[in-house]
T-cell receptor
Framework: SQQGEEDPQALSIQEGENATMNCSYK?????LQWYRQNSGRGLVHLIL?????REKHSGRLRVTLDTSKKSSSLLITASRAADTASYFC?????????????FGTGTKLQVIP | KAGVTQTPRYLIKTRGQQVTLSCSPI?????VSWYQQTPGQGLQFLFE???????NKGNFPGRFSGRQFSNSRSEMNVSTLELGDSALYLC?????????????FGSGTQLSVL
């Protein structure tokens, strides 16, 4: 079962614009991570935010976390064609601290050159 | 450092057959997780291994099994294949499998069941 749901399911923007993706989850978490997947390939880790953090930056990425609303957002600024991919949030579901990360449904981002 | 290696990259099987997929984690990583990805169900957690022990298991039937060897390499097996088992199977590794570690994914094995 999915712990998280991303919104929107698909997003199409022009190169240079900002892209915002949202993730909502159901149960309390220790950490939330964002991953990127290029078509039919493995996932690549982008950023991890802990439950006691509210915002984190990495290059053109900005992630926010609101544990009271059980939601997170990923902002990609000044998007590039190479950012075209699916983006997934992942939560640990608080299971004994061991690796049982569950992924959301994903947002498919298309950046048009 | 070599990344996570999954073999084979593509596999075609028929219903009722069984299949074994292999995953070699990044050197030094002792935790290996497996995921099934389908268009309808998204990414579903199968199981996680650490030091040859299965620590967590997802909600899959007993036809799905796995193991981990002393060198941390892992295999997963699916017996009595069904059409619905067609999917991209991904494995991921991390140092000790703590949930505050990032996962490193392989490119996956695309399984088609005919």
């Amino acid at each position: 079962s999915q712990q998280g749901e991303e919104d929107p399911q698909a997003l199409s923007i022009q190169e240079g614009e900002n892209a915002t993706m949202n993730c909502s989850y159901k149960t309390s978490i220790n950490n939330l991570q964002w991953y990127r997947q290029n078509s039919g390939r493995g996932l690549v880790h982008l950023i991890l935010i802990r439950s006691n953090e509210r915002e984190k930056h990495s290059g053109r990425l900005r992630v926010t976390l609101d544990t009271s609303k059980k939601s997170s957002s990923l902002l990609i600024t000044a998007s590039r064609a190479a950012d075209t991919a699916s983006y997934f949030c992942a939560t640990d579901a608080g299971v004994r601290g061991y690796q049982k990360v569950t992924f959301g449904t994903g947002t498919k981002l298309q950046v048009i050159p | 450092k070599a990344g996570v290696t999954q073999t084979p990259r593509y596999l075609i099987k028929t219903r009722g057959q069984q299949v074994t997929l292999s995953c070699s984690p990044i050197s030094g990583h002792r935790s290996v997780s497996w995921y099934q990805q389908t268009p309808g169900q998204g990414l579903q957690f199968l199981f996680e291994y650490f030091s040859e022990t299965q620590r967590n298991k997802g909600n899959f039937p007993g036809r799905f099994s796995g193991r981990q060897f002393s060198n941390s390499r892992s295999e997963m097996n699916v017996s009595t294949l069904e059409l619905g088992d067609s999917a991209l199977y991904l494995c991921a590794s991390s140092l000790v499998g703590s949930t505050n570690e990032k996962l490193f994914f392989g490119s996956g094995t695309q399984l088609s069941v005919l």
